[in-house]
């Protein structure tokens, strides 16, 4: 039995050569490939640290009720699980032997061949039409996820991310390989954002780890500076803000003279909340107004349909800075933040509504700032915003103590 939460998994090699076992890899079966490892004696409690991903997920992969999809995750249960190159490259994972990949599998090595050529055949039938449909797509993905949140969308998200990474790793012509690369930056990069919403923050770093490189590839100064300073909230969420301030400040130093003021104007206000939450009053007003002079005119780029921020976002993000202050001024921020929403994006508006809550109840007025809190979390449980529901979870309860209930 391979009970103990840090046994080793062993499955017989015999069961590698297996018919079932190979069509488990090839549809990349996920729960099969757990009932394997149990029905060889490995406990959920054991697959789950050994993949890490816990237990539940595990239980839950097991009864049919999640799927994985992320290449890294996948890596992770082989390399848990122990496969051999073989079952590792039925998988559709590079082996860990270079060397000798396939062994003396003679079968699997003109399968891989074959698959590989279909592949590459597959992905020359991508042209510019293509790529601009797949964009279009997931432009069309971000404004659900303003809508409705991540959850709402995840089997579309899944599917879009899945299509853009096949046409991506089999592209062979150069201009089109980086529109490819451009556009995985930019779905993965939501897709991040989507997992720090539902506290998924591993699923979240690996997203942005996997939209870093696309950006590098697609050699865009602008993309990769957005992509790495959101990752940085993954910081901010697991408590780490001084890290999370450090990363920012890096990042904008880096490309200052390389993205747009629009852009700029988005790193300086992220590097406002992080010194927000630090509790570091002069540099985050020190970067609200750096961000507030560099803002241009409109509502966003053409170039950068990823980055939507105008006036009304900017006082939405000064608000939720200065609120921690218990600066007087934030109130009419965020009212003025919360006028100016058209209400496409409603999980930022349960964020402003949170705030303005809070920004109420410091002002001595819980009865006002009760409804807003109210709103929010109608708004945080419709986007299925787990990060939002937390946050006004506390403050809810703050306001009821107020109200002396």
């Known amino acids: 039995m391979q009970n103990g939460a840090f046994d080793p998994i062993e499955l017989p090699a015999t069961v590698w050569e297996q018919e079932q076992t190979r069509r488990i890899l090839k549809e990349r079966d996920i729960a099969g490939l757990f009932g394997l490892a149990v029905k060889y004696g490995a406990s959920q409690v054991r697959i789950g640290t050994a993949t890490g991903l816990g237990q539940p997920r595990v239980n839950a992969i097991l009864r049919g009720n999640g799927t994985i999809k992320e290449l890294a995750v996948i890596e992770r249960i082989a390399a848990g699980l122990r496969l051999p190159d073989h079952a590792r490259m039925l998988l559709g994972l590079a082996p860990l032997d270079i060397a000798s990949p396939t062994g003396d599998h003679d079968d699997e090595h003109e399968e891989q061949t074959t698959e590989l050529i279909n592949r590459l055949d597959a992905a020359a039938a991508v042209d510019p039409t293509t790529v601009m449909i797949l964009q279009t797509d997931t432009n069309n993905l971000r404004l659900l996820d303003r ?4 959850p709402a969308i995840a089997d579309k998200m899944h599917a879009q991310m899945a299509q853009i990474e096949r046409a991506h790793r089999h592209a062979i012509r150069p201009g089109l390989r980086t529109q490819l690369a451009h556009l995985l930056a930019e779905t993965a990069s939501l897709a991040g954002w989507q997992a720090i919403n539902t506290l998924a923050l591993n699923d979240a770093w690996s997203h942005y780890e996997r939209a870093k490189a696309a950006a590098l590839e697609a050699d865009d100064p602008a993309l990769l500076a957005y992509v790495s300073g959101e990752q940085a909230y993954v910081l901010m969420e697991l408590g780490r803000h001084a890290e999370a301030t450090e990363r920012l400040q890096h990042i904008h130093n880096q490309h200052r003279t390389k993205v747009p ?10 590097e406002a909340e992080a010194a927000a939450i630090l509790g570091d009053e002069i540099t985050c007003r020190i970067a609200l107004d750096q961000a507030t002079a560099l803002l241009p005119d409109g509502d966003g780029d ?14 939405r993000w000064r608000g939720n800075c200065l609120v921690r202050f218990g600066d007087p001024d934030t109130a009419e921020d965020l009212r003025s933040a919360l006028a100016g929403m058209d209400g496409t994006y409603n999980r930022a508006e349960s ?9 109420l109840l410091v002002a001595g007025d819980p009865e006002a700032a009760q409804p807003h809190i109210q709103r929010a979390q109608q708004l945080a449980i419709m986007t299925g915003s787990r990060r939002q529901r937390r946050r006004i979870d506390d403050l809810s309860k703050a306001i009821n103590r107020a109200l002396g209930r």
């Open 261 to 270: 003021a629009r852009l700029r104007t988005w790193l300086s206000a992220a």
């Open 147 to 150: 809508r409705l949140g991540g």
């Open 351 to 359: 964020a402003v509504r949170c705030d303005l809550a809070h920004a």
């Open 302 to 315: 053409p170039d950068m349909p990823y980055l939507s921020l105008n006036h009304h976002h900017m006082a």
